[in-house]
């Protein structure tokens, strides 16, 4: 009886160390997992010329929960983060703000990774703008930071 004991109390602690190396990971990560395909897709599965309905089934399917009273503004508690769509046929521009601490302290990471995949690029402390080409579209993205919010706009400028 002692060694199942033992064993189980074992199994519990390996698993409790893992989920705690999987937390720290996501948080040194910090915001660039929503940018995985960056730039075919500019947030998670966001992509700028599809259709509003995709992105909104999207963000209710990952978590987000459209706000009362606020059309195309989408809330992720768990994330601190909201995405606003415009209220279009099509995903021609839409923002991303995050409030999570770490995430808007460390905006120069976020800064970095949009400098390599750019084309273009004016850099500022506070404000930046960005220019891509994917396959099919070119767009801009503007970074706007400040104390307790980082603000990210994309905008579609053509699609091929």
Avoid at 37 to 54: M, N, R, T
């Amino acid at each position: 009886m002692t060694r199942i004991l033992t064993v189980l109390l074992l199994v519990i602690t390996v698993g409790c160390g893992s989920e705690s190396e999987n937390t720290e990971s996501q948080k040194q990560e910090g915001a660039l997992v929503h940018f995985n395909d960056f730039p075919e897709y500019q947030f998670d599965g966001i992509k700028l010329g599809d259709d509003l309905k995709s992105g909104q089934h999207f963000l209710a399917d990952n978590g987000y929960e459209e706000k009362t009273n606020q059309v195309g503004h989408f809330w992720n508690d768990s994330l601190q983060i909201e995405v606003i769509l415009s209220d279009e046929v099509r995903i021609n521009q839409f923002k991303v703000f995050f409030f999570e601490e770490e995430t808007v302290q460390n905006a120069d990471v976020l800064k970095n990774f949009f400098t390599e995949k750019a084309k273009s690029s004016s850099l500022s402390e506070e404000y930046s703008v960005f220019e891509f080409e994917s396959e099919n579209s070119k767009f801009s993205l503007t970074l706007f930071s400040q104390n307790d919010i980082l603000r990210i706009q994309f905008q579609l400028k053509s699609s091929h």
